[in-house]
């Protein structure tokens, strides 16, 4: 199993960046999508989640409104539109998959732990 991640870059604040994380070597409309983040020094944190059939999403409070999780199961890819962004929002951005993982529950989707692939992460850097 492979997971690219891939448009990260240098924007200014309140510009928009596209994330993309093509799938290889699984059934990938059998996965549940995420896309975490992980900050100099701090650990690595749920952004946003999507279900299997990209019917079902959920983002964190502190993107919401700004990131968009979609999928494209034809093209075994998950996608993280991110719009406004903000310096805070600088971080290594990783895409993650896992079958069994319970978006219902927060704690569950929220949980690096419960995500058995990951991708090799792409740094998202905004300056002021």
């Known amino acids: 199993v492979q997971l690219q991640a891939s448009g990260g870059g240098l924007v200014q604040a309140g510009g928009s960046l596209r994330l993309s994380c093509a799938a290889s070597?699984?059934?990938?409309?059998?996965?549940?999508m995420g896309w975490f983040r992980q900050a100099l020094g701090k650990e690595r944190e749920f952004v946003t989640v999507?279900?299997?059939?990209?019917?079902?999403?959920f983002t964190a409070d502190s993107v919401k409104g700004r990131f968009t999780i979609s999928r494209d199961n034809a093209k075994n890819t998950v996608y993280l539109q991110m719009n406004n962004l903000k310096p805070e929002d600088t971080a290594v951005y990783y895409c993650?998959?896992?079958?069994?993982?319970?978006?219902?529950?927060?704690?569950?989707?929220?949980?690096?732990?419960?995500?058995?692939?990951w991708g090799q992460g792409t740094l998202v850097t905004v300056s002021s």
């Open positions: 070597g699984l059934t990938f409309s059998n996965y549940v």
């Open positions: 999507i279900s299997r059939s990209g019917g079902s999403t």
């Open positions: 993650a998959a896992d079958r069994e993982v319970a978006m219902l529950a927060k704690r569950n989707r929220e949980d690096v732990g419960k995500y058995e692939y």
